[in-house]
Nanobody
Framework: QVQLVESGGGLVQAGGSLRLSCAAS????????MAWFRQAPGKEREFVAR????????YYADSVKGRFTISRDAARNTVYLQMNSLKPEDTAVYYC??????????????RGQGTQVTVSS
């Protein structure tokens, strides 16, 4: 089992920055693909970014490309999401997720409880 705990959410003005953290425990995630998703009220869950831990390759949703950066820290078993140039439409609960065998469109095996990000205009 993998436990994921997100932190770093909060209230920020448009144009500001936040860094989200996702601490993994229970087992090493060095062979996993980690991702961030978000869900705004009344909307479906949306993919944000993912990283293949072993090689560090990343992929982003078009809506965040150039503004958000996903990274990982092996020593801390933690994934980060650096969010810059935030917009009100980025307001959502952000979830961290992990899966050992990633396939496009497949569900991730583990998910955290989420952290709220609110961007004011």
């Amino acid at each position: 089992q993998v436990q994921l705990v997100e932190s770093g959410g909060g209230l920020v003005q448009a144009g500001g920055s936040l860094r989200l953290s996702c601490a993994a425990s229970g087992r090493s995630v060095s062979a996993y693909t980690m991702a961030w998703f978000r869900q705004a009220p009344g909307k479906e869950r949306e993919f944000v970014a993912r990283i293949r831990w072993s090689v560090g390759t990343t992929y982003y949703a078009d809506s965040v490309k150039g503004r958000f950066t996903i990274s990982r820290d092996a020593a801390r078993n933690t994934v980060y999401l650096q969010m810059n140039s935030l917009k009100p439409e980025d307001t959502a609960v952000y979830y961290c997720a992990a899966t050992k065998y990633y396939e496009p469109g497949s569900e991730f095996d583990y998910r955290g409880q989420g952290t709220q990000v609110t961007v004011s205009s």
